[in-house]
Every structure is written in C-alpha cells, then in structure tokens.
C-alpha cells in the first residue's frame, strides 16, 4: 500500500468545504492543509479536521510540502494560485472556470504540461452518470436546451456565463461532433455589477444543429434542465432532484397505435456522489496516470467559448450590461 497523497484545499468557502469532506472521507489521500483568508472558517476547518490551517498560499508553501491541492477560491483568483501551485510541481483541481481568461488558461495548461504534473478543471457535470450515459445515446442532435435558473446570486467577481452556462456549454460540446458556426446572445446585469446576471445564447454548429441557453442567478425559481432532441427520440433531463437524475425519453410510437402517438421512458438515475467521484479521478490521474475524462484541450473549447459569448454580450450595439451597472 503506497503513502496517501498529501493535498490542500485553497479556499475554504461553499466549495472548498465540499472538498475538503470528500478528501477527509477518502482513504488514499490525507487533507493536510486548508487556506483560507477568513479566520472564523480556518477555525472552523482546525475544529473539524485537525489539519493545518493558513491564511494565504506563501504560508502555506513555507511551512510544508503538498502533492497536490483543489483550489476553490473566487475564479479571479485561479491563475495566480493555480500559477504558483503548477511552478512547484504541486498536482492541480482548480475549480470551474479554470480562469476568467482564455490567455490564462492556456498558460496555465502549459505550466502543467511543463512541470509535468495534473492538472483537472471541475466541470463536475461530466460526473453525472446522466450526462455519461447521454453521451453514449445521443447520435446526432439537432436541437439542444438548456436551462440553468437560480435565485442565488452570491458569486460576484465573474457573471452568469461563466459561473452557471459554462456547466452547459462544456456538456453540449460534448455531444456535438462539429464545429461551432455562430453565436447569438443577449443578457443583462441586476445586481449593479459590470457581469451579467442573467443570459440568454444561441450556438449554430456547422453539421446544422442549434443549441440555447438560458442562465440567469436572478431567477424566482431554481431549474436546471436539459432537452436534446434527435431525430429518433427525445431526451429530457431534470438535475434539480439530488441526489437522483430524472432522464425522460421520448419516442414516438409505430404507426396504427391507438391513444397517445408519444411513449416516454422514465429513468431515474442516482448519481452517488459526483464531487467524490471528480476527485478520486484527479487522484487517480495522479498515482495511476489513468486518462483524463476531458482534456485540458476540451477545457479550453469550454472556456472559449463562454468567453466568446460575454465579448459579443459587450459589444451589443445596445450595451444592455453596461446600461445596468450604472
Ligand atoms: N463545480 C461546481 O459546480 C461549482 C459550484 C459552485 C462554485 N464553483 C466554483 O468554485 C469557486 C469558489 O466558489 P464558492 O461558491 O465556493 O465561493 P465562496 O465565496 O463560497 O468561497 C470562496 C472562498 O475562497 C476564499 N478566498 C478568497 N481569496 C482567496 C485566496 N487568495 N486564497 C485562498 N482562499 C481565498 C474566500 O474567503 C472564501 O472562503 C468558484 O470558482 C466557483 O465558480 C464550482
């Protein structure tokens, strides 16, 4: 039995919380360290777990040595971080988005490719056994929907495209095999920030299909649902009914059946644990070598786009963001 992997979760918040449970509970790994700014949440994680506690990076690089680390602090925050990890040979889960920039992700995945260590970006969706078992049923959509609606506001430093759609965007882009042809978007800003709250896109692909989105963190009602329609059959997935997924498909009957031309298949999908199962991947990658489920490359596709859609959200001719934020 090899030593368990000594890791840190930079940014003890709603996420890095998350993390650090599921790294306590696992048995190949030890939390040794968590850093966090805020002095009642460093007491809070001292309390719960008996490891170190410091209250920035350079601390903690002083004082010990770490395999590897999940950084889940504010996204603005992920390059520099993710930066000074990577240069000392430290193994990388940098929360989504990997960075607010497509020139800082890059960066980022070159320095992991240099120094020769992993590094994984938390798209926690490609984790979902529903979303998995889409990917090995859907052929050839045409339409996509998606949906992600939340009352909650509380992440401030990045908007809605890439706090909430880019969960969206990197699942369509794995179901569709062509390039991106066009992008459409509107959106606007409530909070009296310069990022947007809510946003509304459409993506045309190359072989014809059409993808939209809808995100917004100002919405009465959560939801979060996804529609992807082939010529076959249609498939409707519900994500609001933790732990389960409800994944509804729907056909169309044979010809000369009598009643209801539409049959539909309910399944409902327990998901077990998608973060545990995201990090004992990273852990993996780290000790086995085993292959990526999405590559750094697909991070990047993500993250392009995400950003391509907030560039053409500004230039609107009708600026509705910086209407807002005045
Ligand atoms: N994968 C997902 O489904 C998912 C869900 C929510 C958030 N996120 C991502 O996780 C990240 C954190 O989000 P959150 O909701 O936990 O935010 P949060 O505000 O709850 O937590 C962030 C924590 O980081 C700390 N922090 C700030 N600057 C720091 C620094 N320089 N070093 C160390 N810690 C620092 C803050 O004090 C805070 O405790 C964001 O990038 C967000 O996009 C991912």
Redesign the pocket.
Known sequence: MSEPLSVAV????????HHANVYAALPSVRLSAV????HG?RAAAEELYGCATFV??EAMLEALTVDAASI????S??H??ASRLLSQGVHVLV???VATKVSEARELAALSRSHGVVMQV????RFYKAVQQLRQAVRRPYLIEARRLTPNA??RD?GVI??LMI?DIDIVLGLVDSPVAGVTVAGHALNGTPFEDVAAAQITFANGCIARFLASRVAPDAERSLVVAEAQRTYRLDFLRAPHTEMAIYQARPTGDEGNHVHVDRHVIYEDNP?RKELAHFLARIRLSAAPIGTLDDDLRSLTLATDLIQQLRSNAQPLVAAHAD
């Not at 889940?72 to 996204?75: D, G, K, L, N, W």
């Not at 938390?122 to 969706?125: A, F």
């Open positions: 930079v940014g003890y918040g709603v996420m890095g919380r850093v966090e700014p805020d949440r920035d990076l889940a602090s504010p996204t925050t992920h520099a971080l929360e989504k988005p938390g798209h926690i969706t509380r992440i990045v890439l706090d969960h973060l």
